[in-house]
């Protein structure tokens, strides 16, 4: 079990940016996809973006695409997105998950997950 732990998160106003991170601890060596994922009050869960950890590969959903972008830090276990452009309906809690591979992460397979963090964005 991989355990997650998110920071970064917070308000800001339509158009400014916020940097996540999430820090990855535990039994790492099994999980090779690594990406965040949000929920809005009264919606479901959503992918957000993904990263191969070993090979660095990326998928992004359309909603953020060309305005947020994923990368790792392998030797500080760490995950980050970095949120540009930022917009209203961005407004959700945004967690960190880890899963075996990109295909797991981005299906209903197995995943660890942190606790989440809050980012809202003001009009």
């Known amino acids: 079990q991989v355990q997650l732990a998110e920071s970064g998160g917070g308000l800001v106003q339509a158009g400014g940016s916020l940097r996540l991170s999430c820090l990855l601890t535990?039994?790492?060596?099994?999980?090779?996809?690594v990406g965040w994922f949000r929920q809005a009050p009264g919606k479901e869960r959503d992918f957000v973006a993904g990263?191969?950890?070993?090979?660095?590969?990326?998928q992004y959903s359309d909603s953020v695409k060309g305005r947020f972008t994923i990368s790792r830090d392998i030797p500080k276990s760490t995950a980050y997105l970095q949120m540009n452009s930022l917009k209203p309906e961005d407004t959700a809690v945004y967690y960190c998950?880890?899963?075996?591979?990109?295909?797991?992460?981005?299906?209903?397979?197995?995943?660890?997950w942190g606790q989440g963090t809050q980012v809202t964005v003001s009009s």
């Open positions: 998950a880890a899963a075996a591979n990109m295909r797991a992460l981005v299906t209903t397979a197995r995943k660890d």
């Open positions: 535990g039994r790492t060596i099994w999980c090779d996809g």
């Open positions: 990263i191969s950890w070993s090979g660095g590969s990326t």
